[in-house]
Every structure is written in C-alpha cells, then in structure tokens.
Nanobody
Framework: QVQLVESGGGSVQTGGSLRLSCAVP????????MGWFRQAPGKEREGVAAIDSDGSQNYADSVKGRFSISQDHVNNTVYLQMNSLKPEDTAMYYC????????????????????WGQGTQVTVSS
C-alpha cells in the first residue's frame, strides 16, 4: 500500500504563511501528477494545486498568487507554500499521488487521484 505522509500544518493568523510537505514513496513519486487538496468541515474535498513530473503546475482560482506547489526530486517530496492565508483556507489538507492529466496540466479533481495521505490540519484565525 502506498503511504503518503503530510506534515507542516498548524495554526496561524490571517496573513500568515505555512509550508506543507508530503513525503512520497519513490516508485509513486515519478509517475503522473501529484496534488494538494483540502476539505473543510461540511464541504467536499477540493483541489488546491497540482504538479507533474516536469514541474507544470495547476492551481485553483481561490489560491492563485498565494500558494505555490513545488517538488524535490532528490528527497521525493512535494511542498505547498501557502502565503497570505485567510480564514477560508482553514481545512484538512491532503496530499495525493498518481493523478490524471487534463490536457497539458494535472487534474484538480480528487476523483482522478489514486493514493492519499492522512492529512494535516491548517487553521487560520482572523
């Protein structure tokens, strides 16, 4: 079973920053797309950002200009740098791997990803 391990969540005030990390097993890291998703209480899981093996990125409109996804090929790790955080960013954040592409970019539809981590909580207070 593929195990993705997220870390880096926490509590910050509005305008603060956090960096999430996702350790990906090597044999999964090199395939297809990897992405970050989030789910707030009472809401459906939604795509935040995704990246393919060549570094092409896709972002949800709600986080463009504030969040940045990146990857470390040496350490098989995917990061999500979150800046200018808002209370509406509060959610459980999940890392996912082996996602599908949508044209030239990676999908942000969580149904298109096969492997998931357990999640890390991000709370932004006003």
């Amino acid at each position: 079973q593929v195990q993705l391990v997220e870390s880096g969540g926490g509590s910050v005030q509005t305008g603060g920053s956090l960096r999430l990390s996702c350790a990906v097993p090597r044999y999964t890291y090199s395939t297809n797309c990897m992405g970050w998703f989030r789910q707030a209480p009472g809401k459906e899981r939604e795509g935040v950002a995704a990246i393919d093996s060549d570094g092409s990125q896709n972002y949800a409109d709600s986080v463009k200009g504030r969040f940045s996804i990146s990857q470390d090929h040496v350490n098989n790790t995917v990061y999500l740098q979150m800046n200018s955080l808002k209370p509406e960013d509060t959610a459980m954040y999940y890392c996912a791997a082996e996602g599908a592409t949508l044209g030239w970019v990676c999908e942000l539809n969580p149904n298109e990803y096969n492997y998931w981590g357990q999640g890390t909580q991000v709370t932004v207070s006003s």
